[in-house]
């Protein structure tokens, strides 16, 4: 009793200080107090699905739960007067959100494992990534009737899978001795931070594209330039992080981890106020992979704190998305349509995958669970799905409609695809793969058989 008066004294303290320092952001209607509220029916809604267990069926994944948080917390009448977060802070947000999502991509990419896959490897992560962007254009385009330019667009936001479903459902897959013989679990792992990398670049062309008032002979040379400045600036600061600081302070994980976050928001969000949009995204990949071959298994310890991070920013990103999707503002007609034009594409990214799957050494089980497992969405989808609202509301307003469409339909992806995806995985896995030892083969993420 005494501890919870003394926890009620600290929360009203708190709010005092808050309020002191903050004014109105901190009360109803403030933005202070929509990312509060946000932040932690997000995290509930995350802690719910985890308590929440049906036997024989895998884990739903939290961020399932904190995109319903969000969109319920939209959509209730009363609530959504007082739940208001402007744009700056929202887009500042998600941005940082990008650039964790980049920042792990990087570090995740290891380079023992991509020699040994080759091959399988891009054509993993290149091919259905690109086929589906295409036909979700195509669809869209006769479908929806959006115009090419946004079409394509809305193909590299949907083109994208997860690793924030594929990784955890990978590796409890991999200690239970599943598809290792063949490295399975550490091919899809290694592949899905490619296929977020391609797809990102994509959508940053296209929104150049979409958004540039000049010819696309232009915009296209404006972001190949962009990609080489990009590519340039993350090598040089690359080379500078793996030397400073040295190895020899004390927890110079912590000093990594921190120099690595702050260059890479400065980077992502600073090229986005410059208007290079593909600049600061690029600069983050490839600083972080050349500091991470530097540092060896000691970058584990870095990523570790980057998994912290992305802890507290992931409620805050779902929850966001959720919030931006009003049942009241849909057309009658455009879950149909938009579940329609997702279904369609989805069914050519798994047809695509199981055949590009067909020139390497799986069965026919392995393949078809390799086709279902890869189609998951999440992460990138919460993170570019607005970013197009939100270009179009400060700079085309006659193009919001638009891209309020791309925001429902990555709404959709992740309501539709994630929860399935990540059951798909825990039910198909221990029915297809081959089950071995794992005590025989190394669980690292390197893996893999040298003739794929």
């Known amino acids: 009793m005494t501890a919870m008066k003394g926890a009620r004294a600290i929360f009203i303290l708190l709010c005092c200080v808050l309020w002191s320092f903050t004014g109105s ?38 961020l399932f739960g904190m995109l319903l948080a969000g969109f319920i917390l939209r959509n209730i009448p009363f609530l959504n007067q007082y739940i208001y977060i402007n744009s700056t802070w929202s887009s500042n947000l998600r941005n940082t959100a990008l650039t964790i999502i980049l920042i792990r991509a990087g570090l995740g990419l290891d380079q023992e494992a991509l020699k040994h896959l080759k091959k399988i490897c891009l054509r993993l992560s290149v091919g259905p990534c690109l086929i589906e962007a295409s036909s979700a254009a195509v669809f869209s385009h006769f479908i929806m009737k959006f115009p090419w330019k946004w079409a394509f667009l809305l193909g590299f936001v949907l083109g994208a899978v997860s690793p924030a479903i594929i990784v955890p459902s990978m590796l409890l897959l991999q200690e239970q001795g599943y598809g290792i013989q063949k490295g399975i679990p550490t091919l899809l792992i290694a592949a899905s931070s490619l296929d977020d990398i391609l797809a990102i670049t994509g959508f940053n062309t296209c929104m150049s594209i979409v958004f540039s008032s000049g010819s696309i002979l232009y915009t296209l040379n404006v972001s190949i330039i962009e990609v080489v400045v990009g590519a340039v600036m993350g090598a040089l600061l690359g080379c500078f992080i793996r030397h400073f600081p040295s190895k020899d302070q004390a927890k110079v994980h912590w000093k990594r981890a921190f120099l690595i976050l702050g260059t890479c928001i400065s980077a992502v969000i600073g090229s986005q106020r410059l208007g290079l949009h593909g600049v600061g995204g690029l600069c983050t990949l490839v600083l972080t992979y050349i500091s991470g071959i530097y540092w060896s298994r000691e970058k584990i310890r870095v990523q570790k704190i980057m998994a912290t991070t992305w802890n507290i920013f992931q409620p805050l990103l779902f929850g966001l998305v959720g919030s931006e999707v009003s049942v009241s503002s849909l057309p009658s007609n455009a879950i149909g349509i938009g579940v329609a034009t997702l279904s369609l594409a989805l069914l050519v990214r798994i047809f695509a995958t199981f055949c590009l799957m067909c020139y390497a050494s799986f069965s026919f089980k392995e393949k078809i669970f390799i086709a279902l497992a890869w189609m998951p969405k999440a992460t990138v989808q919460a993170v570019l799905g607005p970013l ?57 993420v390197d893996t893999v058989l040298v003739h794929h």
């Open 388 to 444: 197009a609202l939100e270009s179009a509301r400060i700079n085309a307003h006659h193009l919001e409609g638009y891209a309020q469409d791309v925001m429902t339909l990555a709404f959709l992806a992740i309501l539709i695809t994630a929860p399935n995806g990540a059951v798909l995985i825990g039910i198909l896995g221990p029915k297809m793969l081959t089950r071995c030892d794992p005590k025989h083969f190394k669980t690292s």
């Open 25 to 62: 952001e901190v009360l109803p209607g403030g933005n202070l107090f929509g990312l509060i509220v946000i932040f932690c029916c997000a995290v509930l809604g995350g802690k719910l699905l985890e308590i929440i267990k049906i036997p024989s069926v895998p884990q739903i994944p939290p």
